[in-house]
């Protein structure tokens, strides 16, 4: 699958644990080659399955590994940007997790050293990676379900009692929006290539950070306009799910954002005289996948499906949702 890319990960969290770490692991075109943290506990789990695995014991003792390629950066929202920057500086490829920033400004910065350094900085946005998403972008572009009309999307799960979650933590930029809005607005300007006309939102916060949201409003893109309403919950029980409601149909995505965690990933078209299609993609996996991209791109050339400059699109409508909601206690 041509060169390897030599990547290393700052921060051993429970998702690079379970998912990114795994994912590096399989790619045909990866190498996960060190770790950085300084708990040797943490380490193990990743040892179970790299058991060559390097452990450097601080952030910039990766950076500064010259058998590094790439990094990918797990760290908690607020601190993407300092070691998206540092990493970068330090002469590697760069793949954060979303969101990438907390404000839109904050990536134009990153969208310059990218340009100046040719350097690969992206967020690990892995949906736009999966097929399932790229048969509904396929499908709706091509008018298969004539005009589109109106968009739904919903995304929750419940982490009340979590209370050391990240996410629960307003100094490290947690939130419902943040961590999962980003899944709910960018999904649709994936597939329709719309951004935001107008928009409400109305918020439930707990200690300052939205444990509930919902948008509602209007879209517009090369598509035409339609309407479009947003639910996202870190208190609601698990729910996964985005339609797209056409003039001549609609397309229904079942485990859209987890799929092989939530359910199994599957594309419904339904038409107004009740017939239905469905396709499914039991095995495949978006981790995988995006970081096989990441590699073609820095290897080969290959365009990157999720560039900084979508990125930024997706943190302006979140900053917008921020600007514009209402807090309803």
């Known amino acids: 699958m041509g060169e390897v890319l030599n990547w290393g990960i700052l921060g051993a969290s429970k998702f690079a644990l379970n998912h990114m770490g795994p994912a590096i692991h399989a790619a045909g075109n990866a190498q996960l080659t060190a770790l950085a943290t300084s708990s040797l506990e943490k380490a193990k789990g990743f040892k179970l399955f790299r058991p060559e695995l390097k452990v450097h014991e601080s952030y910039d003792a990766l950076l500064d590994d010259p058998d590094i390629d790439a990094v990918y950066i797990p760290l908690p929202n607020s601190l993407h940007v300092e070691w998206a920057h540092k990493a970068a500086r330090a002469g590697k490829h760069v793949l954060v997790e979303k969101p990438i920033a907390m404000k839109a400004e904050e990536i134009d910065d990153l969208t310059a050293l990218r340009d100046k350094t040719g350097l690969l900085i ?51 930029g947690g939130g419902g929006i943040r961590d999962i809005g980003v899944y709910t607005y960018s999904s649709v300007r994936f597939v329709t290539g719309a951004e935001p006309a107008e928009i409400s939102a109305r918020i439930k916060t707990e200690n300052g950070v939205d444990t509930w949201a919902q948008v509602v409003g209007e879209m517009e893109g090369p598509l035409g306009r339609f309407t ?47 017939t239905r ?53």
Not at 129 to 156: E, N
Request: glycine fraction near 8%.
């Open 277 to 329: 299609t469905i396709e499914s993609w039991p095995q495949t996996n978006h981790y995988i996948l995006q970081v096989e991209n990441f590699g073609r791109a820095v290897h080969e050339g290959a365009a990157y499906p999720c560039p900084l400059e979508f990125s930024r699109g997706t943190q302006a409508m979140i900053d917008r949702v921020f600007d514009v909601a209402v807090d309803i206690g």
């Open 122 to 172: 992206a967020e690990a946005y892995m949906i736009v990676h999966h097929p399932q998403w790229i048969r509904a972008r396929d499908l709706v572009q091509s008018g298969a379900i004539g005009r589109v009309d109106h968009v739904d999307t919903a995304f929750s799960y419940d982490n009340r009692t979590d209370t050391k979650n990240v996410r629960n933590d307003p100094d490290l």
């Open 228 to 274: 479009y309403s947003a639910i996202t919950s870190m208190r609601l029980s698990p729910r996964q799910e985005v339609v797209f409601q056409g003039d001549a149909g609609e397309i229904r995505l079942t485990a859209p954002f987890n799929p092989g965690v939530f359910g199994q990933a599957e594309l419904e078209v339904r038409r107004p005289d009740g």
